[in-house]
């Protein structure tokens, strides 16, 4: 089995233990049969949660406990503060040619801020797309 069939289900299984749910109620809020929950679950069975499942699953959690810090944690941009609301909308009105440059030079204002250099800014970046499973 793939690393990345190993962590579906780990993940799957650790939301699982989170949502303190028995299987057969698992099964029913993702809208699946216990027997397909049951295989994902399962060491020795290939089948795995798909993307848009694991997705439905945190999202669950987080309507059940919104201080879930696993789903809070994946969904983070799903729910940005006021202060952050705010910079995106004003930043859209921005015309692109002069919020291109503007953006640049606030993120380096934000990464000199948080201590790293740009070097461990580009360093991070390839990193956080390996974790995603995107090629850059």
């Known amino acids: 089995m793939a690393t990345n069939e190993t962590d579906t289900k780990q993940e799957f299984r650790e939301l699982l233990a989170e949502s303190k749910w028995s299987q057969a109620e698992a099964s029913r809020q993702l809208g699946m049969t216990p027997s397909a929950l049951s295989q994902i679950v399962r060491d020795n069975s290939p089948v795995r949660p798909s ?57 380096a204002l934000v990464r000199t801020a948080a201590g790293r250099s740009d070097k461990q800014a580009k360093a991070a970046k390839p990193a956080k797309a390996a974790k995603r499973g995107k090629k850059r």
């Open 51 to 107: 993307a848009v499942t694991l997705r439905l699953f945190k999202l669950l959690l987080l309507r059940e406990n919104p201080d879930s810090a696993t789903a809070r944690k994946t969904h983070r941009m799903a729910f940005p503060e006021q202060w952050e609301r705010d910079l995106v909308e004003e930043l859209r009105e921005v015309p692109p040619m002069v919020r291109e440059p503007l953006v640049r030079g606030f993120r």
